[in-house]
């Protein structure tokens, strides 16, 4: 199967999002830099910087623990994806993703878009954030649906070739559809459908894993380096201790939702590991570019209000598509979740247990 239409998909999206993010930069026409007054007491540049350096490989490592745990795990017979410990520790992370996107990601682009330091009209004469979260999430459905045909296509293409020209073979392996005129290939009761508890043809079912994977990382790559470079930027010690720690539990269990779905994606070794890895340093090179522009990178300049502001509302419409859409309902109303109540109850609790974890460090940061 070829993977350009998804690479093109994302790629497209990212220069889009960053395109839009720096249009309406030339429609506020305030050239002040609104000054913040932070305690004194907690701004010491030199530390700072020693605090974001340490801060980079904290982070890093918090990282590579969360993402290549799932991997690893796989050896463990507990943690297979087929076992219910799996399924718990996802939904566990999956909570922890929809808290980020309402708890975090999205307030911030309401305070920064809603900030004094911008003008009156247009930022706070309409609700950019919440309009932005909408687009992104239908995007995100589009790239998502969209990959998926092509990929469904491209496997069911390589199913035919592999059931060779004998006549017999094909027709017990395809039935006519008599209004389309296509070929119907027929589903086996294997692995867990997608939405409706509909089990689908294992290697269909791999398509759809591989799609979530992909645009999964897409989204979370693009907060990640957005969040590590506001960290970068500041030059509070108070507040950076705050999120450092903060990303470290973010970034572990986030790591493990993104690892579970690489896991099932069953990509080779390669590929698993470059995935796991470009997950791994987006927010620590996030913050190493926050701390490189932190001379010239104003966090409460229009430009800076603006274009991360609307990053931020992008990235939260496409987090709470994929964990509500990709994550919780694909496993919830999958077979070995319909089959099982105990478990559907364990992993609720789980959703709720890491919402309500994320949710409390917004107290916090």
Known sequence: MTKSPLISSAAVTFILLLAISHFPGALSKSPKICETQPNNSCIDKDKAVQLKIMGIFVILISSLIGVFLPLFARSVPAFQPDKAAFFIVKA????????TAFMHVMP???DMLNS????????????????????SAVITLMIDSITTSVYTRSA?????AEVGTDKADV??????????????????HHGHGHGQGLELDPSLQLVRYRVIAMVLELGIVTHSVVIGLAVGAMNSTCTIKVFVAALCFHQMFEGMS???????????????????LFFSVTTPFGVALGLALSKTYKENSPASLITIGLLNGSASGLLIYMSLVDLLAADFMGQKMQRNIKLQL???????LGAAGMSLMARWA
């Open 258 to 276: 993104l690892g579970g779905c690489i896991l099932q994606a069953e990509y080779k070794w390669m590929k698993k590991a470059v995935m796991a």
């Open 108 to 110: 911030d682009s309401y």
């Open 171 to 188: 027709g017990s392996a395809e039935t006519p559809d008599q209004e389309t005129g296509r070929v119907q290939v027929p589903v086996t």
């Open 92 to 99: 566990f992370a999956s909570g922890i993703i929809l808290s």
């Open 116 to 135: 004094p330091c911008l003008d009156d009209n247009p930022w706070h004469q309409f609700p950019f954030s919440g309009f932005l979260a909408m687009v």
């Open 346 to 352: 364990k992993a609720y609790a789980a959703v709720l």
């Open 156 to 160: 069911r293409k390589n199913m035919r």
